[in-house]
């Protein structure tokens, strides 16, 4: 089974600054996805990595896959209270997503 | 609304109990999963069907069971149920891993 790593578990800042969550994993991925998820509902997906170096951007989100695929970065500059929420990532393995155990992110006013 | 249906979304068992939670897309997906949620621990899949007919044990298996019961539903039973088994329950639906899951929005279930 792979192992992810994602860190920091937690993390509060002020809105208008940035920051950067990480994904890690010994193992080499086929593809990674990172989910966003809000209090009382399901995880929603916000974008898929395939490729080694690949680099996805949504809005002031920034997505890297790394060049080995064994790790990746979701980056959000200028951070706005909407942004508060559940982040996770999650390796494709066979027939299923294994998960890693989340960055809870709080953007204060 | 195109999307995955779980039912209940609360429930409180005494230990022992049995119950079942109910999943159903209806976007055609091929492949359909469980997984439960607990505090610092992400997402465990307890069980998957790949596809119609047939389904596979995960990571955490131990106390459940699954019925795929056609293409659209995917039930999972708690036979007797433990405090251990306290937890957010979550059901996905995928027409392919590569393109992500679909979740709906939980079962929270207490065991007392």
């Known amino acids: 089974t792979q192992l992810l790593e994602q860190s920091p578990q937690f993390l509060s800042i002020q809105e208008g600054e940035n920051l950067t969550v990480y994904c890690n994993s010994s193992?080499?991925?086929?593809?990674l996805q990172w989910y966003r998820q809000e209090p009382g509902e399901g995880p929603v997906l916000l974008v898929t990595v395939v490729t080694g170096g690949e680099v996805k951007k949504l809005k002031r989100l920034t997505f890297q896959f790394g060049d080995a695929r064994k790790d990746s970065s979701l980056h959000i500059t200028a951070a706005q209270p909407g942004d508060t929420g559940l982040y996770l990532c999650a390796a494709q393995g066979a027939q299923k997503l294994v998960f890693g155990q989340g960055t809870r992110l709080t953007i204060n006013p | 609304n195109a999307g995955v249906t779980q039912t209940p979304k609360f429930q409180v068992l005494k230990t022992g109990q049995s119950m079942t939670l109910q999943c159903a897309q209806d976007?055609?997906?091929?492949?359909m999963y469980w997984y439960r949620q607990d505090p610092g621990m992400g997402l465990r899949l307890i069980y998957y069907?790949?596809?119609?007919?047939?389904?596979d044990k995960g990571e955490v298996p131990n106390g459940y069971n699954v019925s795929r019961l056609n293409k659209r539903e995917f039930s999972l039973r708690l036979e007797s149920a433990a405090p251990s088994q306290t937890s957010v329950y979550f059901c996905a639906s995928s027409p392919l891993v590569l393109y992500g899951y679909t979740f709906g929005s939980g079962t929270r279930l207490t065991v007392v």
């Open positions: 193992s080499v991925f086929s593809s």
């Open positions: 069907s790949a596809s119609e007919g047939t389904t």
């Open positions: 976007m055609n997906h091929n492949s």
